[in-house]
């Protein structure tokens, strides 16, 4: 890594070397209609090189290419390029724009304007993106658009991240929203396979690790806008698979004119600084010696084993990029790699991409044949942090945990506790250090998303459109645990696993696409067809009893074991659609739309294969009345009504019959029996969305934003429901009566409160209130949220049950201690809803941008708040009845020495539940453009400073507020549980970009 940083150095600086010549000065005058413009944007095109008009209009640009383009903006008017041409001096009149709503957003199979827009869309450019170490698309746009609640599930590098669009309306794990990246729906489905634990046998009692992100194949540098569709009239366009939202990527294109190379790197070191407190070898010993009456015996150690598992984490981002184009077509090739150490030993995540984008006409520009392309390789190593540890624990919980007057490390005999020179007493007290040097998982998956359309211009007005795209990945995961790990089944023996997952998602859309003028009226309409196949292969193998201990052999040689357990699984679902919609709009006023979409799923049966989905929407420009108080620049009214579906998470074959064949001996042929009934009846969850809103903005648009009120409501929601037994089937899945209802009002403003010829400052503050609520179900009451540690077997802390919110925490009711230091509960101890759920009332994001001439600062905030989070770390690990077996705890815990009875029971309660809002300051980023000459090497060149996770104000006593692990009991997935979750990190990065 060493050599690698040095040359990615050596070339920066080779780099900045370069001379920067001067090249000509160009002045001259900004007006309108009425006079000078003061505060116009003056900019060379490609570049960073830029000034603004003075209070008389005038500007003076250095450094100007005699053969470079210049770009004339400024707030209510329409954008102007002006080629240069060698003249010195260039003045530009301005003409308003009709508003800024004449932006163009990405909507389903096309694009648009706000202006003509019905339904809520929000769209989030290049520049806006969060800035820093960036693993996934998401992360660029969290807290970026109201009504979006997007938050990652651990701070492990790569880790899932979570997208909530206006709420939660599924009761199953697949609430995120469709993703489509440069027109192809992507699947939903896990793409890497997963480490440790297993299914064959059990698996290892440290567990397995939480799933990594989908979307981390991507490289967020080649990502040129992310629009996000929020209600049924953006989102039934995409039917059944649009019940959560959308969210459109477009990568990166090459725009005609001269070529243009791209650099960039960022340096990033990272490190915990947020972890509670252990308690000192000092702290320990007087707690054991007061519960034990001072007959408690220490070793001679003194170990902080958050010096063994933490570290100080280096990162290393490099993006280089080629693109240009001529008149009739343009190119771009990239390629990106990430080295990421993540802030635990033994963790590490590293990606290769490469794109290739292009587009090229034919037959004077009728015909347009484009590609995208991207293919990445994404390799992890990953520590013994699980999401299903057991009593003994993970790597976390075992560092919390250990004694901390016993040394780690020794040449004890096995007798004295000692195994291959680790301090292991027994398969009950896990030793970190042997965690990590005697474990390994690690796993690598390889993806290419390919794509080629052509669209033809049969008429002026008609274009028809085709796609074919592919989504293959291919992922395979190993680990290892050696046979000197104390662990039962691991002891003596030695397990390795290798499991792997083939996905292949093919797609071919075609549509036809009809735009009209009729003088002032414009008549789009979109007609099309879609096919997608969906197929997902597993191959698990499990090895046991190793003579060698070596982890890298039993991995790459597994044949070295003497036992084997394996499996392989095939799945194959198809989705089959039809899709209608026209859009109309009247003398730039009105604006109606309605569109229809049948989907037929191979998830159900004959009875209800096919599902029709459709949304009715219109807008009025207010603006554009003669009659409208002139204060307001912008004033348009949405309203819309839609139904989309939903199918995900419910898995494929769930409506057939399926049989098992027993296997039997030489005596016995075997059998097959029935496992599961036909269940022709299984049909699509529907979800019905009101929405009303209203785009306004003033001042000259200066201030500008939308008011949005949404009501969402998920009726025959698909459950997986046990069976009564004795039966063949242990569950079916259904759709049972009931209504999840999510509504909510978001607000968005965006403001430029000072704008001056050198400084700058414009903000976004956006805010949504979320309301959840199960309502009309008649279903049985479903336990949820597993809770995980010594003595909480068996153990829940939510449910599923009529008039409560998803998630809602169903515990006892905990009201303190007796005098005899044991618990006292009400409702008689029984488990009770305590009026808290995981869900939050309202979340936030407030940027502010400062520009000081060739300086820029950005500083972004994004809070939760009203949630509940269940510390099931503090539950399980850090209680006197831990101390009192001989475990190390939380330093805050030690006050409730000889207060709380040793051996009271640390039953699931609301002790446990805690307030998890919060307030982050999540991104600050502080930049310099610097000016460049016409001789210079370079277009632009940008140094930049950025830090993340700074601090967040929060009354969480765990690690970090935002930190959810998935604790899925009955199908029902968890959300607002924290179970030694992986920290999320503070990180300083250095960066550059150029151009040449």
């Known amino acids: 890594m060493k050599i690698t940083l040095l040359r990615g150095f050596l070339f920066i600086g080779a780099l900045l070397c370069f001379g920067m010549v001067k090249a000509q000065t160009v002045t001259g005058t900004v007006s309108d209609a009425a006079g000078p413009l003061p505060g116009a944007s003056v900019v060379v095109k490609g570049t960073t090189n830029g000034t603004q008009t003075d209070f008389d209009g005038n500007y003076t640009l250095n450094d100007v290419a005699a053969d470079a383009v210049l770009v004339f903006s400024y707030i209510g008017f329409a954008t102007q390029e002006i080629p240069v041409n060698g003249q010195t001096t260039i003045n530009v009149t301005l003409q308003e724009d009709a508003s800024e709503l004449d932006e163009v957003v990405v909507v389903g199979y096309g694009t648009t304007t706000k202006r003509s827009t019905v339904g809520a869309v929000e769209s989030v450019k290049a520049e806006e993106f969060n800035k820093g170490v960036i693993v996934n698309p998401q992360q660029l746009i969290q807290g970026k658009t109201a009504g979006v609640q997007i938050s990652t599930t651990s701070g492990e590098p790569g880790a899932a991240v979570n997208v909530r669009v206006r709420g939660t309306a599924s009761v199953r794990s697949q609430n995120n929203p469709l993703f489509v990246v440069d027109g192809v729906p992507l699947n939903g489905a896990n793409t890497t396979a997963s480490t440790g634990g297993g299914t064959v046998d059990g698996g290892s009692d440290i567990g397995s690790s939480g799933s990594l992100d989908p979307l981390s194949f991507l490289n967020p540098n080649d990502i040129a806008s992310i629009d996000i569709l929020q209600d049924a009239a953006s989102t039934a366009i995409y039917g059944s698979r649009g019940a959560n939202g959308v969210v459109l990527i477009t990568t990166k294109s090459g725009s005609s004119g001269r070529d243009v190379l791209e650099f960039s790197s960022t340096f990033s070191v990272g490190y915990v600084g947020n972890r509670p407190e252990i308690a000192s070898r000092e702290q320990f010993l007087a707690a054991q010696n007061t519960i034990s009456g001072g007959s408690f015996v220490p070793g001679d150690g003194n170990v902080d084993t958050y010096d063994v598992i933490y570290r100080t984490s280096f990162t290393q981002n490099y993006n280089l990029a080629y693109g240009g184009g001529g008149e009739n077509g343009n190119y771009r090739i990239s390629m990106g790699y990430q080295d990421q150490e993540g802030e635990v030993e033994d963790s590490t995540f590293d990606r290769i991409t490469a794109r290739f984008n292009a587009t090229q006409r034919f037959f004077d520009n009728k015909l347009k044949l484009s590609t995208q392309a991207t293919i990445s390789n994404v390799e992890t190593q990953r520590p013994p942090i699980t999401n299903n540890p057991n009593a003994r624990g993970d790597l976390l919980s075992a560092s919390i945990g250990w004694d901390p007057t016993q040394p780690l490390t020794g040449n004890g005999t096995r007798d004295q506790g000692f195994i291959a020179g680790f301090n292991q007493p027994s398969n009950e007290r896990r030793n970190p250090l042997a965690l990590l040097e005697l474990t390994r998982a690690t796993s690598s998956t390889l993806r290419a998303l390919i794509n080629v359309s052509a669209q033809y211009k049969i008429t002026d007005n008609l274009t028809i459109n085709t796609l074919v795209g592919l989504d293959k990945s291919t992922s395979s995961a190993?680990?290892?645990?050696?046979?000197?790990?104390?662990?039962?089944?691991?002891?003596?023996?030695?397990?390795?696993?290798?499991?792997?997952?083939?996905?292949?998602?093919?797609?071919?859309?075609?549509?036809?696409?009809?735009?009209?003028?009729?003088?002032?009226?414009?008549?789009?309409?979109?007609?099309?067809?879609?096919?997608?196949?969906?197929?997902?292969?597993?191959i698990t193998l499990r090895a046991f009893n190793f003579e060698t201990a070596d982890l890298f052999q039993m991995i790459n040689n597994i044949a070295r074991g003497q036992q084997f357990a394996a499996n392989t699984s095939l799945e194959r679902d198809e989705l089959q659609s039809f899709f209608l919609r026209t859009n109309y709009s009247l003398n730039g006023k009105f604006n109606f739309s309605g569109t229809v979409r049948i989907d037929g799923s191979s998830r159900f049966g004959n009875n209800n294969q096919y599902g029709t989905f459709g949304a009715v929407g219109a807008s009025w420009a207010l603006d554009q009345e003669d009659w409208f108080p002139e204060f307001f620049d912008t004033f348009k009214l949405r309203a819309n009504w839609g139904v989309t579906g939903n199918q995900e998470g419910l898995g494929s074959n769930q409506f057939t019959e399926r049989q098992r064949f027993n296997t039997g001996n030489q005596n016995d042929p075997g059998t097959l029996s029935t496992v599961a009934f036909n269940n022709?009846?299984?049909?699509?969850?529907?979800?019905?969305?009101?929405?009303?809103?209203?785009?306004?903005?003033?001042?000259?648009?200066?201030?500008?934003?939308?008011?949005?009120?949404?009501?969402?409501?998920?009726?025959?929601?698909?459950l997986q429901v046990n069976s009564a037994q004795p039966a063949p089937q242990p569950f079916v899945?259904?759709?049972?009566?009931?209504?999840?209802?999510?509504?909510?009002?978001?607000?968005?403003?965006?403001?430029?409160?000072?704008?001056?010829?050198?400084?700058?400052?414009?903000?976004?503050?956006?805010?949504?209130?979320?309301?959840?609520?199960?309502?009309?179900?008649?279903?049985?009451?479903?336990?949820?949220?597993?809770?995980?540690?010594?003595?909480?077997?068996?153990?829940?802390?939510?449910?599923?049950?009529?008039?409560?919110?998803?998630?809602?925490?169903?515990?006892?009711?905990?009201?303190?201690?007796?005098?005899?230091?044991?618990?006292i509960f009400g409702s008689e101890g029984a488990q009770v809803f305590i009026g808290e759920s995981a869900?939050?009332?309202?979340?936030?994001?407030?940027?502010?941008?400062?520009?000081?001439?060739?300086?820029?600062?950005?500083?972004?905030?994004?809070?939760?708040?009203?949630?509940?989070?269940?510390?099931?770390?503090?539950?399980?690990?850090?209680?006197i009845p831990n101390l009192s077996q001989g475990r190390n705890v939380y330093a805050d815990t030690l006050p409730l020495v000889g207060v709380e009875n040793p051996f009271n029971p640390q039953s699931v309660s609301s002790r446990f539940v805690e307030d998890g809002s919060f307030l982050r300051l999540q991104n600050v980023t502080l930049g310099h453009n610097f000016n460049v000459g016409e001789d210079s090497v370079f277009s632009s060149l940008r140094l930049f400073l950025n830090a993340q996770n700074l601090f967040v104000i929060t009354d969480y006593t765990g690690q970090d507020p935002e930190i959810s692990t998935d604790r899925t009991l009955n199908n029902l997935p968890s959300l607002g549980i924290d179970l030694t979750s992986y920290p999320r990190p503070t990180t300083f990065s250095l960066g550059v970009n150029a151009s040449f």
């Open 478 to 538: 190993a680990s290892a645990e050696s046979r000197d790990f104390a662990a039962n089944g691991t002891l003596d023996n030695g397990r390795a696993n290798l499991d792997e997952i083939d996905l292949t998602n093919t797609t071919w859309e075609s549509y036809l696409n009809y735009n009209k003028e009729f003088g002032d009226d414009v008549l789009d309409v979109v007609l099309g067809h879609s096919y997608q196949e969906f197929v997902n292969e597993t």
């Open 680 to 718: 022709p009846d299984l049909q699509w969850e529907e979800n019905e969305q009101l929405s009303i809103g209203v785009d306004y903005g003033f001042l000259d648009n200066r201030i500008s934003g939308s008011v949005n009120y949404f009501k969402r409501t998920t009726s025959q929601f698909l």
């Open 839 to 879: 869900l939050p009332d309202f979340s936030l994001g407030f940027t502010n941008n400062f520009n000081y001439k060739n300086w820029d600062l950005s500083l972004f905030f994004n809070g939760q708040f009203g949630q509940s989070i269940y510390n099931n770390t503090r539950n399980a690990f850090s209680t």
């Open 733 to 823: 899945f259904a759709n049972v009566d009931g209504d999840i209802v999510n509504s909510g009002v978001e607000f968005t403003i965006n403001a430029i409160p000072v704008q001056t010829e050198d400084f700058n400052w414009d903000l976004n503050f956006n805010i949504t209130y979320t309301d959840n609520i199960l309502e009309n179900y008649t279903g049985p009451d479903i336990d949820a949220g597993q809770i995980n540690g010594p003595g909480l077997s068996r153990a829940f802390a939510q449910r599923l049950a009529n008039d409560q919110p998803l998630f809602s925490f169903f515990t006892r009711d905990w009201q303190g201690l007796d005098e005899n230091g044991g618990n």
